[in-house]
């Protein structure tokens, strides 16, 4: 699974409308399909559900930084580097290592607790956090802005939450709901009744006993057993 884009649609207030992933299927190295997914609205690919279930802004990480070391009396470009997430980078020719730290998205600075910490989640004043040593002596770490002149852009750092599944039972389930609906709606269309009849003889011929039950439609029943009773009464007159 690759996720190829990932964006925000929101409200003209600011509130978020939707949430959406471009995926793609990759299935032994060949690219099988494509979709851009929201919530309610899943990739299906050979029994494998994946749908768009979160997202998030990763207001505490970024993944590279690019840094620009500069010399002090000229203000001329000496060296640049890009800095994976706290991963040791040399500068052979400057006698530099440098690492990033630590990160915020909007810097904030608490003079009471001596701590960095970041004000919102939006990249309102970003700043990043180094780790210098210069020919093996380690430097006091400072923290470098975003806004601050001739530094390049942060690249926002938001993610997507997917969630896959799969039922290889869905089949029976769905047999078994149709089923069930099908029996729903014969029960409430046919019903049981039930007759009975006795026949006892009798000198002058014959006297015969009716009875009958219906569980629904008893009016309709009624009716039809009055007139079976009828033709049963017929039978035994004699004709004219």
Same mark, same amino acid.
Do not use: C
């Given at each position: 699974?690759?996720?190829?884009?990932?964006?925000? %649609?929101?409200?003209?207030?600011?509130?978020?409308? &939707?949430?959406?992933?471009?995926? =793609?299927?990759?299935?032994?190295?060949?690219?099988?399909? /494509?979709?851009?997914?929201?919530?309610?609205?899943?990739?299906?690919?050979?029994?494998?559900?994946?749908?768009?279930? &979160?997202?998030?802004? &990763?207001? %505490?990480?970024?993944?590279?930084?690019?840094?620009?070391?500069?010399?002090?009396? /000229?203000?001329?470009?000496?060296?640049?580097?890009?800095?994976?997430?706290?991963?040791?980078? =040399?500068?052979?020719?400057?006698?530099?290592?440098?690492?990033?730290? %630590?990160?915020?998205?909007?810097?904030?600075? *608490?003079?009471?607790?001596?701590?960095?910490?970041?004000?919102?989640?939006?990249?309102?004043?970003?700043?990043?956090?180094?780790?210098?040593?210069?020919?093996? #002596? +380690?430097?006091?770490?400072?923290?470098?802005?975003?806004?601050?002149? *001739?530094?390049?852009?942060? #690249?926002?750092?938001?993610?997507?939450?997917?969630?896959?599944?799969?039922?290889?039972?869905?089949?029976?389930?769905?047999?078994?709901? =149709?089923?069930?609906?099908?029996?729903?709606?014969? +029960?409430?269309?046919?019903?049981?009744?039930?007759?009975?009849?006795?026949?006892?003889?009798?000198?002058?011929?014959? /006297?015969?006993?009716?009875?009958?039950?219906?569980?629904?439609?008893?009016? %309709?029943?009624?009716?039809?057993? #009055?007139?079976?009773?009828?033709?049963?009464?017929?039978?035994?007159?004699?004709?004219?």
């Amino acid at each position: 699974m690759h996720v190829d884009k990932f964006w925000i %649609d929101y409200y003209d207030n600011g509130a978020v409308k &939707s949430y959406n992933s471009t995926l =793609t299927v990759i299935e032994n190295g060949e690219k099988k399909v /494509t979709k851009t997914i929201t919530v309610n609205d899943p990739l299906v690919y050979k029994g494998i559900w994946f749908y768009q279930s &979160s997202y998030g802004d &990763s207001w %505490d990480r970024v993944e590279k930084a690019r840094v620009v070391v500069k010399d002090k009396v /000229t203000d001329k470009v000496v060296g640049e580097a890009i800095l994976d997430w706290q991963k040791e980078q =040399t500068l052979k020719d400057l006698g530099l290592k440098l690492q990033l730290t %630590d990160f915020v998205a909007d810097f904030g600075f *608490d003079a009471k607790d001596r701590r960095v910490y970041s004000k919102t989640v939006e990249h309102g004043n970003p700043a990043i956090k180094l780790a210098i040593t210069e020919r093996d #002596q +380690s430097l006091p770490a400072p923290w470098i802005f975003y806004n601050y002149p *001739d530094l390049f852009e942060i #690249q926002g750092s938001k993610f997507t939450g997917l969630q896959i599944a799969r039922d290889p039972g869905v089949l029976i389930v769905w047999i078994g709901s =149709t089923l069930l609906v099908v029996g729903v709606m014969l +029960s409430a269309t046919i019903y049981h009744r039930r007759l009975w009849a006795k026949i006892v003889p009798a000198a002058s011929g014959v /006297t015969v006993y009716l009875g009958g039950t219906a569980y629904k439609g008893q009016i %309709d029943f009624d009716r039809e057993f #009055q007139k079976l009773a009828e033709r049963v009464k017929n039978l035994g007159r004699p004709s004219t």
